[in-house]
């Protein structure tokens, strides 16, 4: 039997390069020849992500350019670290199943019977084992597990630039919130030195003690929204303390009351800017995972061949011990194949295949979902600039009628009404600027992110 041990590990090593995998190709995606708010674009196939580091940088705000360089210790982003770290540990256990194992063992045991009486047995040993890999079992393992890393990775690019993103949000709406309550606090020092003067004209016969009432409660009314818009402000200093992975108590940021400029967005965007996206990739490397599953299920139909071989010393006593009388070896092959599992192993073939359409149509839906990203802050981008623009004229249009309105007042000509409702028009304009402001930067924000990066 020993000669045709050879033809054997022959036969075996030519069937390893077998496997039950088919070649990966990736999956088609969602395809258009332009975007609906822009130019024509190129078409792109998912790639690596590729995420800018400094994307930021184009709102050309220093405070911001410090503060993203130390979101390293949020607490989401060494959570997603981790789960690179689980992907590679699986890695290196699949990659470890391909090699031979070694073992060595050392025994001392004494027995008796009624025949030879007692006797000692001492036994020293080694063994190896190696199961080949005939139909792409083990690699295709590997070749997931590979996947699988990748896959966290990107998902750690993406987690990355979702931080980035939020930290630019909440910093611009904490600006908004400052701006607003600088607005605020103008318009109450205006409002009280308006309450003063009415207060005056009253007391000369000239004002009503309604116009009074009136100029007292527009003043408290905005010294109100103040104080709501400084809790506001508060409440994003403590998020911002916690995107930095800080505790509220240990975080605080100099009031500016300064809204950073919204670089103006290109009139077309490439789709090439699509392949840098990380939840892309990462997408379509959980498919590749998948599909290298399908095969590693199949391989469970066929025969697992595993060459093992051992060889020790065996004797009485460790004196002498490893000596030729005491020599004992062998060494074969071991063919195993399931022959009835009540459809396990089809089973597991059908959850692969199942999970393989599952991370097809996930991947797919991601590239629409993207698509929807870019289209929408494209268009809200640019039809903020133009409401911008547009309110910008308003609020000049505002604070000309309320000097118009004052000197009316002072001149008897109009009642205190029409004062309060010029000032509460100015007001409201202003403020619906600097939301606009604020919407506008979050909106470029946003699509910054969703083209993870320059454009």
């Not at 002072?410 to 600027?433: D, F, K, M």
């Not at 939301?435 to 990066?453: M, S, W």
């Amino acid at each position: 039997m020993l000669p045709k041990f050879p033809l054997a590990c022959g036969c075996a090593l030519l069937l390893a390069a077998c496997s039950t995998t088919p070649p990966y190709q990736v999956p088609s995606a969602p395809a258009t020849n332009a975007f609906k708010e822009t130019g024509v674009w190129q078409s792109a196939d998912p790639q690596a992500a590729a995420v800018p580091d400094d994307w930021w940088l184009l709102f050309n705000d220093p405070v911001l350019n410090d503060l993203q360089t130390r979101v390293g210790n949020n607490q989401n982003l060494l959570g997603s670290a981790a789960q690179i770290r689980i992907a590679q540990a699986a890695l290196g256990s699949s990659r470890a199943a391909l090699s031979p194992t070694l073992g060595a063992g050392l025994s001392a045991s004494r027995s008796a019977s009624p025949s030879a009486g007692a006797a000692n047995s001492v036994a020293l040993t080694g063994s190896a084992s190696w199961e080949l890999d005939l139909w792409g079992r083990l690699s295709g393992a590997v070749t997931g597990d590979q996947a699988r890393v990748q896959a966290s990775q990107d998902d750690l690019a993406a987690a990355r630039l979702s931080l980035q993103a939020t930290l630019a949000q909440t910093y611009f709406s904490l600006r908004a919130a400052e701006a607003q309550s600088a607005l605020l606090e103008r318009s109450v020092q205006a409002y009280q030195r308006s309450l003063e003067l009415t207060q005056n004209r009253y007391q000369g016969g000239v004002a009503s003690a309604g116009d009074v009432a009136q100029a007292q409660t527009q003043l408290k009314t905005t010294a109100a929204q103040q104080v709501d818009a400084d809790s506001s402000r508060a409440q994003l200093e403590h998020a911002l303390a916690v995107l930095l992975g800080l505790a509220p108590s240990e975080f605080s940021l100099a009031r500016t009351a300064a809204l950073p400029a919204a670089p103006l967005v290109p009139d077309q965007l490439p789709a090439s800017l699509l392949q840098r996206r990380p939840d892309i990739a990462a997408a379509e490397r959980r498919v590749a995972a998948a599909y290298a599953q399908i095969g590693v299920a199949k391989a469970a139909f066929f025969p697992a061949l595993t060459l093992s071989a051992s060889a020790g010393y065996k004797g009485s006593s460790l004196a002498n011990l490893i000596s030729a009388p005491n020599l004992l070896w062998s060494i074969g092959p071991a063919l195993a194949l399931t022959a009835f599992d009540g459809g396990q192993r089809q089973s597991a073939v059908d959850s692969a295949r199942a999970s393989t359409d599952a991370a097809t149509a996930s991947y797919r839906q991601t590239v629409l979902t993207a698509l929807q990203e870019v289209e929408d802050n494209l268009v809200i981008a640019g039809s903020l600039q133009q409401e911008a623009a547009l309110q910008t004229e308003a609020l000049a249009a505002a604070n000309r009628s309320l000097e118009i309105v004052k000197n009316q007042y002072q001149s008897g000509t109009v009642s205190y009404l029409n004062v309060v409702i010029a000032q509460a028009t100015a007001l409201s304009s202003e403020r619906s600027l600097l939301d606009l402001q604020n919407r506008r930067l979050a909106a470029t924000n946003q699509l910054l992110k969703n083209i993870a990066g320059r454009w």
